[in-house]
């Protein structure tokens, strides 16, 4: 994440006004929440559904404690409260800004002065220049916001009975209940992606106890009655907003006036809130926001409340229920999570918890990437500011990447397509921002993007990283080789990857005579993401040229090309030409190196002192993770000094760089080591609400860490299937089912004492492949369909 949206963090922090400079929060005084005085008895029983967090007190803050809904396009955050409810709303396009070019005519001009600098050692020229002229224009790009939020007032109560609240995984429902005066009322909160509408259902045990008043609030908006008593809430940024509720209420007396929604002595109420904008397209926000609003709510006319359920249930079981784990059982489960997650803090082993943290990945990419949406954000898409940690946007130097990593292992493939769309849609820009910036051809984009399309260096110097359309694409090469889709491969992922192999071909450069690399192509001007080294005069700076994560990443490129040329066209006249300058290319990219010095794998061009030798990035090892350049069977000395990097990089970080960590570990073999560091990512950067946090909450740990347990269990990318892997000692009993390997398998496992007992590989497209278990191999082949049985034997 850039350094000046930290040290805003690190000021706000030690001025004791928390986020405050630099990020603006939705105005809610957390700390006067009408909840805070009541009385709640702590007699709540667990649900039965082990996959369920849980709670016997309602949320006070957004960021910690409250529960997240979702399908994909609106999101919601539910609070839980009894004399008040917040439900804090989003809707993914609600952005600030406007479509526009980004780009800056005096960038190519500057290119060859700071490559030339960069050569001569003179790095902190360079930077001068890059940073006055090499930069986009404007600097920065603006924040996605939150859409409303919505309040209900209750009746004022002091004491409540058998108060629970909380979010079952297997079904997407949020629920509140609890009791007041003998009366049990329950109101659950669910985001239906078939009907397109977020649904709050409110029961009482007893006819006619149903009262309170509804409210949305934003800043800058404008809250009307309508028609039907609906509630509508209208605004401007860019692009136009609006959101819509409509009540369906069951005895009792319902009215809408003045932007309020009255209801009193009711049975049964069902709120139905929808969300949009004007959005169309990066270029186009031109729509209709009212008219959207019309065509949702027509279309779930007439429908109930538990029809609704049952088909928003249908849908999201439909990807939920695919893959099930079981590390074992403890009686922690009948424990609140809070105070399970206390007692992991302070060292408690409990699996189930583990298992929840993983299943609690898959859910929220579920319910925030659904196809025909934008794909997750930073924030997934919960998000309650105005201004939102780093804009809540689209940071490619590794954090959007890393949000998808579990989407093809743990069984997720049609949450991947939001990654495609959108990749797919900066196209255009990025093939401006090549030409405008780098007189090159193909398309690309530096460390972060927006909704409308922004592809050129954004923040500082170090935007000017000209990597993120080469890392973006090597997800499409990925998803072909989960499933094995060949027309995807040729249709989509093929042009995408080449038009970024296109434009790397002409942003390398040979290294003149008298440099390190001399002769060899590199990328200049370059970096290793937001981390700087102290040269041998002792100054510090963080340009320089071919860093080693920009040639892992190249090499990463060049031969998956190499790979999809020869599955479409296995005769080789397939773009000839084409595979024939990649080629070349290859055989003349300068190769990674091993320091002499200490035998680790080096970040950059010389063997440099490093600034922050614990720094979070790990960038270097990209090759290692999510790469395959450097692998235990193909590149044995590459991968130990790989190892030894990490070992000096020592067992800390932030929680994305925590969980890339545990893969790494994992990739190593070395399951205590990863599960050592899945404890860490749990007991230090982990919320109440299990959301992971940078600090501030960055929905990016939560995918790294349940990519990196599946991770542990199975691996495909060295050349075969390696069933478990990285298995820790402390999960010595468990079973897995569901994961997918590359070459297209879906993969179940069982353990015992450690030890693998079976495995079912099911094959989809019927390829050939090597399976490995403690150093036993297997070739397998069967067809299409059909199963492979292993005893572990």
């Avoid at 007692?343 to 990419?365: C, H, I, N, T, W």
């Avoid at 994305?656 to 073999?669: C, E, G, I, L, T």
Wanted: with cysteine; glycine share 8%; net charge negative.
């Amino acid at each position: 994440m850039s350094r000046a949206f930290l040290a805003v963090l690190f000021v706000g922090l030690l001025s004791g006004g928390g986020l405050t400079a630099g990020v603006q929060r939705h105005k809610v005084d957390e700390s006067n929440n009408p909840q805070a005085g009541m009385a709640f008895e702590q007699d709540a029983t667990a649900p039965t559904e082990p996959l369920t967090l849980w709670y016997r007190k309602p949320a006070m803050r957004w960021e910690t404690e409250a529960l997240p809904v979702g399908n994909g396009r609106l999101a919601a955050m539910v609070f839980g409260g009894v004399n008040n409810e917040r439900i804090q709303l989003n809707e993914e396009t609600v952005w600030d800004g406007v479509p526009t070019d980004y780009t800056n005519p005096e960038a190519l001009d500057a290119l060859p002065k700071v490559q030339q600098l960069m050569f001569e050692g003179k790095n902190e020229e360079a930077v001068g220049i890059a940073k006055e002229k090499m930069l986009g224009n404007p600097l920065r790009v603006k924040s996605y916001q939150t859409l409303a939020d919505l309040f209900l007032d209750f009746e004022d109560t002091e004491k409540v009975t058998d108060y629970r609240r909380d979010l079952d995984l297997t079904t997407a429902i949020n629920r509140t209940q609890y009791s007041i005066d003998g009366v049990e009322y329950v109101r659950e909160v669910f985001v239906s992606e078939p009907d397109q509408a977020i649904v709050v259902h409110l029961k009482a045990s007893q006819p006619g106890k149903i009262n309170f008043t509804a409210r949305f609030a934003r800043d800058n908006a404008t809250t009307t009655s309508a028609s039907e008593n609906r509630l509508i809430l209208t605004g401007k940024l860019g692009v136009t907003y609006e959101a819509q509720l409509r009540p369906v209420v069951r005895g009792g007396n319902v009215s809408s006036i003045d932007g309020k929604l009255k209801v009193s002595a009711a049975d049964e109420v069902m709120l139905l809130i929808v969300g949009a904008t004007s959005y169309n397209s990066s270029t186009d926000i031109s729509g209709d926001a009212t008219e959207r609003c019309e065509k949702y709510f027509a279309a779930v006319k007439g429908k109930s409340a538990e029809a609704l359920r049952a088909d928003h249930v249908a849908s999201h079981q439909k990807l939920f229920s695919r893959v099930k784990l079981d590390l074992g059982t403890t009686d922690a489960v009948s424990k609140p999570t809070d105070e399970r997650l206390k007692l992991v803090k302070r060292g408690a082993f409990d699996p189930q918890f583990e298992s929840l943290y993983f299943q609690y990945g898959r859910y929220m990419l579920i319910c925030s990437s659904r196809a025909g949406h934008l794909p997750a954000n930073l924030q997934g898409k919960w998000s309650q500011y105005y201004k939102a940690p780093w804009n809540s946007d689209y940071h490619f130097n590794i954090n959007f990447q890393m949000n998808y990593w579990p989407a093809e292992v743990c069984n997720l493939p049609e949450c991947h397509l939001p990654f495609f769309d959108y990749v797919e849609s900066l196209v255009p820009s990025g093939e401006r921002t090549a030409k405008v910036h780098y007189g090159a051809d193909g398309w690309t984009l530096h460390h972060l993007s927006d909704l409308f399309g922004q592809t050129a260096p954004a923040d500082g110097v170090w935007g000017v990283w000209p990597m993120g359309a080469a890392w973006a694409s090597r997800h499409f090469m990925e998803h072909y080789r989960f499933n094995g889709d060949k027309v995807f491969l040729k249709d989509r992922a093929y042009p995408i990857m080449k038009g970024a192999a296109e434009f790397m071909l002409d942003f390398l450069v040979e290294a003149p005579e008298g440099t390190p690399a001399a002769g060899r192509l590199v990328t200049n001007p370059s970096h290793s993401p937001e981390n700087n080294f102290i040269k041998a005069d002792g100054t510090k700076t963080e340009f320089t040229y071919a860093a080693t994560m920009d040639l892992q990443i190249i090499h990463d490129l060049f031969t998956s090309l190499l790979e999809a040329n020869q599955v479409i066209d296995p005769t080789g006249e397939f773009d000839a030409e084409f595979r024939s300058e990649l080629e070349t290319a290859l055989a003349n990219l300068q190769p990674l190196q091993i320091s002499k010095k200490s035998g680790r794998l080096q970040e950059w061009i010389e063997d440099y002192k490093e600034f922050d030798p614990k720094h979070r990035h790990t960038s270097h090892l990209y090759g290692l993770h999510p790469g395959q350049q450097i692998t235990k069977n193909g590149t044995p000395k590459l991968y130990e000094a790989a190892r030894k990097s990490l070992e000096a990089r020592g067992d800390g970080g932030r929680g994305w760089s925590m969980a890339w960590k545990v893969n790494f570990w994992a990739r190593f073999h070395n399951g205590d080591r990863a599960y050592k560091l899945l404890q860490n990512l749990l007991g230090k950067m982990t919320l109440t609400n299990l959301f992971d946090t940078h600090p501030p909450f960055q929905i990016d740990g939560n995918f790294g860490g349940t990519a990196a347990i599946a991770e542990m269990l199975l691996q495909s990318h060295d050349g075969g299937i390696d069933l478990l892997p990285a298995l820790p000692s402390v999960w010595g009993t468990g079973s897995v089912t569901g994961l997918r390997a590359r070459g297209g398998f879906e993969i179940d496992l069982v353990w015992k004492n450690g030890k693998l007992d079976s495995a079912k590989i099911r094959s989809l497209n019927g390829t050939p492949v090597t399976v490995r278990y403690s150093g036993v191999s297997r070739s397998v082949k069967v067809a299409a369909g059909k199963v492979w049985t292993w005893d572990g034997k």
